[in-house]
């Protein structure tokens, strides 16, 4: 599933532009990924959600504001 990143919302930084973080730590039983979106211009960072496109969602609707 593919969704394109809005712009951020604070400085304006173009969506294709916008980093996505993975963070990886282990679990007991499996290993868990994270992901949230940051922007590279000032840092602002999106939800951390188990989904990259959970993430995209989150940023997408701050951005809506
Ligand atoms: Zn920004």
Redesign the pocket.
Known sequence: MSIELK???????SGKE?RINRIMFSGSIFDKHLFFIE??????CGETKLFAWRAKRAWNRRADK
């Open positions: 712009p951020c919302p604070f400085c304006g930084k916008l922007c590279p211009s000032c840092h602002w």
